[in-house]
């Protein structure tokens, strides 16, 4: 079970760092909905708190291509990580 969750994360990563790049510069359905109904300007400008990765790309690193790698690098860590620790969680209350 543990070689195919590691291999699971490998194969995540390498996908995440090499096709990231070529993610659509286009609006996602989310963004297109607001732009349709009107509501996407409204919004802008008003930003509760910076995001970290806003457009999916490191805004610090100059390198195009490498900013949005980093960025879903970043995204596919973090999200196994959680579901890692949410196991763990979910297993220690199973075996009490």
Known sequence: ????IISGLIFSVILAF???PFASIFPDGLEKFAMNHKFL????GKDIFKAPFADYEFTFIK????????AGLTGVLFVYG???WFGKILL????K
Do not use: C, Q, R
């Not at 079970?1 to 195919?4: D, E, L, P, S, V």
């Not at 390198?63 to 980093?70: A, E, H, Q, T």
């Open 41 to 44: 300007d409204i919004s802008e």
């Open 82 to 84: 959680i579901i890692y």
């Open 18 to 20: 090499f096709i990231s």
């Open 63 to 70: 390198n195009p291509v490498l900013k949005g790698s980093m």
């Open 92 to 95: 220690a209350k199973k075996t």
């Open 1 to 4: 079970m543990k070689k195919i």
